[in-house]
């Protein structure tokens, strides 16, 4: 949905830029007019302000005129304008998790954030999120509930709300977004984007307020899958200063027919408009030559889920804020709030046995998708109005 009078497309935006049809001070120009008229004031928690950006572009011209052509090799993301959601910490800048009283000025920027403004990126603000990052929804923010943005009577999805929302509506080429649970991938499906999370690990979370810190990753929200991969490229480094990183292990493509693997069934909670285009999705598929379906079961993979939005994990949600709950829970959202207090239900031997039970569920899902490239399944069962989650 860009409605900007500039490409906002990787490579398009950089091929005007290398060509003289654009410059980064009219990307900045139109980018804050364009943001301005559209008044969607919630995707946002902070915006740098034109003056800042401006300085910013005309260092990056400046170094441009350095480096000559070679900028483009030697800093890929040239001029790209990004957002990050408010978990992650830019140097100088409030990180809030959507919860005022928590919010600190940041020292140093995410491990994330700096490979991006090294690679040339050019960040336009921090967006809005459900409050730690706890919710599928988007609402859950004393910033205000994130509008679709195709529809406002609908979510936007979460908890990465307005990182998707601002890709969407053609505010920036990326966003960054964090995905314990779908809050990558949810937002991204409720607005017509993509949404990458990458395996446990590959993008480093030094620097982001963690939710679950064992399970959780930074994501990438874009318009297609090439720039997603751009923007991954950029990002994936192994961190020595982060204990969950791991180092980049690439492999081979496989040039060969692809194996898909699908749910035998899938709950979609009366909506028919998603169980239609989930089927016309199929039905594509089938009929690709080079494509072979399988049908799975899936109960596998909902136990798997059902272990971590309603077992013990929510404890670890609990420790994440913990001091700061303890003494400050009357300023947590009241939803956030009741789901953080419930960790107090769960004990060890709970965690334990769900630990135990997961390791037995990933060794079948290992199983179910031996022969298999692929699992495809609808990236949510329904897309609820504002109201009914209100």
Same mark, same amino acid.
């Given at each position: 949905?860009?409605?900007?009078?500039?490409?906002?497309?990787?490579?398009?935006?950089?091929?005007?830029?290398?060509?003289?049809?654009?410059?980064?001070?009219?990307?900045?120009?139109?980018?804050?007019?364009?943001?301005?008229?559209?008044?969607?004031?919630?995707?946002?928690?902070?915006?740098?302000?034109?003056?800042?950006?401006?300085?910013?572009?005309?260092?990056?011209?400046?170094?441009?005129?350095?480096?000559?052509?070679?900028?483009?090799?030697?800093?890929?993301?040239?001029?790209?304008?990004?957002?990050?959601?408010?978990?992650?910490?830019? &140097?100088?800048?409030?990180?809030?998790?959507?919860?005022?009283?928590?919010?600190?000025?940041?020292?140093?920027?995410?491990?994330?954030?700096?490979?991006?403004?090294?690679?040339?990126?050019?960040?336009?603000?921090?967006?809005?999120?459900?409050?730690?990052?706890?919710?599928?929804?988007?609402?859950?923010?004393?910033?205000?509930?994130?509008?679709?943005?195709?529809?406002?009577?609908?979510?936007?999805?979460?908890?990465?709300?307005?990182?998707?929302?601002?890709?969407?509506?053609?505010?920036?080429?990326?966003?960054?977004?964090?995905?314990?649970?779908?809050?990558?991938?949810?937002?991204?499906?409720?607005?017509?984007?993509?949404?990458?999370?990458?395996?446990?690990?590959?993008?480093?979370?030094?620097?982001?307020?963690?939710?679950?810190?064992?399970?959780?990753?930074?994501?990438?929200?874009?318009?297609?899958?090439?720039?997603?991969?751009?923007?991954?490229?950029?990002?994936?480094?192994?961190?020595?200063?982060?204990?969950?990183?791991?180092?980049?292990? /690439?492999?081979?493509?496989?040039?060969?027919?692809?194996?898909?693997?699908?749910?035998?069934?899938?709950?979609?909670?009366?909506?028919?408009?998603?169980?239609? &285009?989930?089927?016309?999705?199929?039905?594509?598929?089938?009929?690709?030559?080079?494509?072979?379906?399988?049908?799975?079961?899936?109960?596998?993979?909902?136990?798997?889920?059902?272990?971590?939005?309603?077992?013990?994990?929510?404890?670890?949600?609990?420790?994440?804020?913990?001091?700061?709950?303890?003494?400050? /829970?009357?300023?947590?959202?009241?939803?956030?709030?009741?789901?953080?207090?419930?960790?107090?239900?769960?004990? &060890?031997?709970?965690?334990?046995?769900?630990?135990?039970?997961?390791?037995?569920?990933?060794?079948? /899902?290992?199983?179910?998708?031996?022969?298999?490239?692929?699992?495809?399944?609808?990236?949510?069962?329904?897309?609820?109005?504002?109201?009914?989650?209100?």
């Amino acid at each position: 949905m860009n409605t900007t009078m500039i490409a906002l497309d990787i490579n398009e935006l950089q091929s005007a830029l290398r060509s003289g049809t654009t410059t980064l001070a009219t990307l900045v120009h139109t980018l804050t007019t364009h943001i301005d008229a559209d008044d969607r004031p919630e995707v946002w928690i902070y915006r740098v302000p034109a003056a800042d950006l401006l300085e910013r572009a005309a260092a990056l011209e400046d170094i441009a005129a350095a480096l000559g052509e070679s900028v483009y090799e030697q800093l890929p993301l040239f001029g790209v304008p990004f957002a990050v959601k408010d978990n992650f910490d830019v &140097a100088g800048m409030l990180t809030t998790a959507a919860c005022p009283a928590f919010a600190y000025v940041a020292r140093e920027n995410a491990h994330v954030v700096q490979r991006l403004l090294d690679s040339g990126a050019l960040l336009i603000g921090k967006t809005n999120l459900d409050q730690f990052a706890t919710g599928l929804v988007g609402v859950r923010s004393p910033y205000g509930a994130v509008c679709n943005a195709h529809d406002p009577a609908y979510v936007s999805g979460g908890s990465s709300s307005g990182s998707a929302v601002a890709v969407a509506r053609g505010y920036v080429s990326f966003a960054l977004g964090t995905d314990t649970a779908g809050s990558g991938r949810v937002p991204a499906g409720f607005n017509g984007i993509v949404g990458l999370k990458p395996s446990l690990g590959l993008f480093s979370s030094r620097g982001v307020v963690p939710a679950c810190r064992t399970l959780d990753c930074p994501s990438i929200f874009t318009c297609d899958v090439m720039q997603a991969w751009q923007v991954a490229q950029v990002i994936a480094a192994y961190d020595p200063l982060d204990p969950g990183s791991v180092a980049v292990q /690439a492999l081979p493509v496989q040039r060969r027919a692809r194996r898909v693997a699908v749910a035998r069934q899938c709950e979609f909670f009366g909506d028919t408009q998603a169980q239609a &285009a989930y089927s016309k999705a199929l039905a594509a598929l089938r009929n690709d030559p080079l494509v072979t379906i399988k049908e799975i079961e899936f109960n596998v993979f909902a136990e798997a889920a059902a272990l971590l939005y309603q077992g013990p994990w929510v404890a670890e949600r609990r420790a994440a804020v913990g001091r700061f709950f303890t003494e400050n /829970a009357a300023d947590v959202h009241p939803v956030v709030r009741g789901i953080l207090q419930s960790a107090a239900s769960f004990d &060890a031997v709970d965690a334990f046995n769900a630990r135990y039970r997961l390791a037995d569920l990933t060794r079948a /899902a290992e199983h179910l998708l031996a022969d298999v490239d692929v699992l495809v399944v609808p990236t949510a069962p329904c897309m609820p109005t504002i109201d009914a989650v209100l």
